[in-house]
């Protein structure tokens, strides 16, 4: 870089901040230690807000919630050794669920990285296969360019964490600063416009089509184009399923809305692709939980798949008419050419085909039975009423995941947050710290089970430390639910090591940490303890003793084709 | 589905690290690499790989995308047809006793290799081309007994 005259003088950790506030970053995530003290030195001379976790992987996990909730990219900042690896699991979920999150770590001094230093871990190789790009810095020269290519590579193209791994040395030394202009990576250009011949292909299809089923997925989420997909799918009347991480993308009170799609997707919506003709899959990966048995997917459909990433595409299901381009601006095009072309009258056209989903409907609809016991889909039915399908809602991983997936019923882009991808434990207390963070007047509900709540329990602290009023709602099963359902169904009820004994009282846990502890043991309870839980402006576990053996359906064995379902 | 053989040529970006993305991503997706060339190129920035390998059309669309979705990965081809040239070195270490010695170095004339050391029972020999005269002159003097043998992988370019 060349140096001229005006420009400052500044330390790397300078220059860190400077970079931080140029990307408009006002909080990270973080724990301090020994190789980023200067660091959170500079730190505590800006304005920037430094939420202090208990936990690496929580800062990650809440860097993640963050982001989600507020569409910007998240920041965390740990120590090297194991602060870095601690921050792997958080990176590896945020990598599976394209979330933009830049994770800064620290690093042994250059002179000492290969000896085995005190803390020192090489966690540039140790992330390279799940991080969408990382750095090592080793010269402060280098430092600005590397941190402002983090954060465009992060929120660009198919977004995704990216690691900067920064040695003492370089942020204790001192070099001529000048912010960086745009970023320009020759190796890097994400295609945001569809090609729109591709486009009109689809239009036809449309126009030919029996019996077409819109596929949506987190892209959508991702690229903003929830309103556009709304619009599209509702002129063109046809039926839309999402996968977990596209959940929010179509209104769930639509009557096009089909549900969840897969292992645990809804009756209709797993025979409506079973039997579709046309499949519009946009910003989706075709994941294993969601195809089942891929040589029986939508074995009667055309497929077009719309994303920005071309790996996703023809990766797992083979596709008549793929696209590549961002999902919002493909959803715009194509409402335009919609416009255009005229289909005649579409509603009379479909009655046959929205009739035979409204009988599939009507014959296996996701039910439940409230008796003597409190039943989990109980609890998550109620919390729906009682927040209005307002809240943000994030959750651990398991049955209490899947029960939300299909018993919160979302409106709305961002209120779904959960690890999707990796399927991670322990995600969504810190994902929900962030959440609550990025949007301090909404209500943030963290839906848990008795075992994944234990994984990061001990964000509680950092909740309460920050006045964080988010509630946590713990389904106790006594099991590790998921897995005990998959040992009851397919290993002749072995339930080898799935039960959770001598789980902490969470009540009192919950007041030890200076939180609210309420608990429910009776289904009559179950509306008084959300109440006056979720109207409380604490942090509040609702501890909520559910039915021991309750299982998740549909469900769908792994491997089977999805119109396979097991039923209640 | 049926393995063909691939050849990949690449643009990365010169820096430490790069190799590894590139290798990890293969073994990291079950993909085996056949052999592997590295070099600068004139632009001291830059660096050519140059990767053979075994797999499905299928496989092979997938591999491309992933290494083109590398940020350090600049320009990738595959190499393939009549306007690619492809060439291989090999480093022969040759036993030759009396009465076969005349015999290798008629051999090595044939294929327009070149004797890089001689030992009173061994010739170490070096010779160039694409894999298939490679393959031939490697059968050809097998009988004499190859005690050691080391090969540069292929590289390619296009005409």
Known sequence: ?????????????????????????????????????????????????????????????????????????????????????????????????????????????????????????????????????????????????????????????????????????????????????????????????????????????????????????????????????????????????????????????????????????????????????????????????????????????????????PTSIRKNIPVSVPVVGDCRISLEHLNRMFDEANLGDLFQKRENWLNRIKIWKDKNPLCYEQKDIIKPQYVIDTLFKLTKGDAIITTEVGQNQMWTAQYYHFDKPGHFITSGGLGCMGFGLPAAIGAQIACPDQLVVDIAGDGSIQMNIQEMATAVQYRLPIKIVILNNGYLGMVRQWQELFYCKRYSCTTMECSPDFVKLAEAYGALGLRATKPEEVISVLTEGLNSDKTVIMEFLVEKEENVYPMVPAEAPITEMLLV | MTEEKHVLTMLVDNKPGVLSRVVGLFSGRGFNIDSLCVAETMDPLISRITIVTKSSLAEMEQIEKQLNKLINVIKLRTVSGPRSVQREMAIIYVMAKNGQRSEVLRIVDIFRGKVIDVGPEHFIIEVTGNDEKLNAIINLLRPMGIKKLAKTGTLALFR
């Open chain 1, 1 to 309: 870089m060349k140096t001229n005259k005006e420009d400052k003088m500044l330390t790397g950790a300078q220059i860190l901040m400077e970079i931080l506030k140029s990307e408009g970053v006002d909080t990270i995530f973080g724990y301090p230690g020994g190789a980023v003290i200067d660091i959170y030195d500079e730190l505590e001379r800006t304005d920037i807000r430094h939420i202090l976790v208990r936990h690496e992987q929580g800062a990650v996990h809440a860097a993640d919630g963050y982001s989600r909730a507020s569409g910007r990219v998240g920041v965390c900042l740990v120590t090297s050794g194991p602060g870095a690896t601690n921050t792997v699991t958080g990176i590896a979920s945020a990598y599976m669920d394209s979330i933009p999150v830049v994770i800064l770590t620290g690093q042994v001094p250059t002179h000492l990285i290969g000896n085995d230093a005190f803390q020192e871990v090489d966690i540039v190789g140790i992330t390279r296969s799940c991080t969408k790009h990382n750095y090592l810095v080793t010269k402060v020269e280098d430092l600005a360019e590397a941190l402002k290519e983090a954060f465009y590579l992060a929120r660009s193209g198919r977004p995704g964490p990216v690691l900067v791994d920064l040695p003492k040395d370089v942020i204790k030394a001192t070099t001529a600063f000048k912010l960086p202009a745009e970023v320009n990576l020759k190796s890097y250009k994400p295609t945001y416009n569809p090609n729109l011949w591709q486009l009109q292909k689809i239009i036809s299809l449309i126009g030919e089509a029996e019996r077409p089923v819109i596929f949506a997925g987190g892209g959508v989420i991702l690229s903003k184009g929830s309103n556009e997909l709304t619009e599209f799918a509702r002129k063109a009347v046809i039926p839309v399923t999402t996968s977990l991480m596209g959940l929010g993308s179509f209104p769930a009170s639509d009557p096009l809305w089909l549900g969840m799609i897969g292992m645990h997707g809804t009756y209709r919506a797993n025979m409506s692709v079973g039997d579709c003709d046309l499949l519009i899959a946009i910003g989706v990966r075709f994941d294993d939980r969601v195809t089942g048995k891929t040589d029986s997917f939508a074995k009667n459909a055309k497929i077009i798949h719309i994303d920005i990433d």
